[in-house]
């Protein structure tokens, strides 16, 4: 049972270039989420997914897309990257619930955008 | 939408010392208040956690009490070690809004 691992650990990207991070969890959670973790910003959500084929906006979604043509994948995309994307990047699992249920993180991936 | 501050964003205590970290909140329809640790270089997990229907929970060393009224929480750690060493990070909930709010982290170091 690995959890939520996320690939790949670092990358670092030019302006204008494209890429996906991939987010995996193999917990069967119903619920998945892509943040963002600045300095002093604390995590800002991007984009969630309440199951397979749904996505939604977060807090900051502009310049990012999803997919969550799985279950346990959660796609985050960057068309065309810039440095303000430059930031730590963290996907999330939880439980389907009528409540609130614990969310479990992945290690994280750090991008550098130049 | 909902705000949360948390303070401060720093903490320096010596080992066997208590720390309290604070957040407040803007929306008084949130009703779920969990505390996450961060270690270097690996991501958030949840340590404790409170719904608005109580105002304490207690888990061995740790603590978090909840002022509804006020709208502001509190973690606290009694008998700090030196493996509580980690950024923490307040958030706050409402059922149906399905996403965290999350405050802007605390840095707490335990000198041993």
């Keep these: 049972n690995a959890g939520v691992t996320q690939t790949p650990k670092f990358r670092v990207l030019k302006t204008g270039q494209s890429m996906t991070l991939l987010c995996a969890q193999d917990m069967n959670h119903e619920y998945m989420y892509w943040y963002r973790q600045d300095p002093g910003m604390g995590l800002r959500l991007i984009h969630y997914s309440v199951g397979e084929g749904t996505t939604a906006k977060g807090e900051v979604p502009d310049g990012y897309n999803v997919s969550r043509l799985k279950k346990q994948n959660f796609l985050l995309g960057l068309e065309s990257a810039a440095p303000s994307q430059t930031s730590v990047y963290f996907c999330a699992s939880s439980f389907r619930t009528g409540g609130w249920e614990t969310q479990y993180f992945g290690p994280g991936t750090r991008l550098l955008v130049l | ?112």
């Design chain 2, 1 to 112: 939408g909902e705000n949360v501050e948390q303070h401060p964003s720093t903490l320096s205590v010596q080992e066997g010392d208590s720390a309290v970290i604070k957040c407040t909140y803007s929306d008084s329809a949130s009703n779920y208040f969990p505390w996450y640790k961060q270690e270097l270089g690996k991501g958030p997990q949840l340590i404790i956690d409170i719904r608005s229907n109580v105002g304490e929970k207690k888990d061995q060393r740790i603590a978090v009490t909840l002022n509804k009224t006020a709208k502001h929480f509190s973690l606290h750690i009694t008998e700090t070690q030196p493996e509580d060493s980690a950024v923490y990070f307040c958030a706050a909930g409402e059922t149906g809004r399905r996403a965290l709010t999350f405050g802007s982290g605390t840095r707490l170091q335990v000198q041993p």
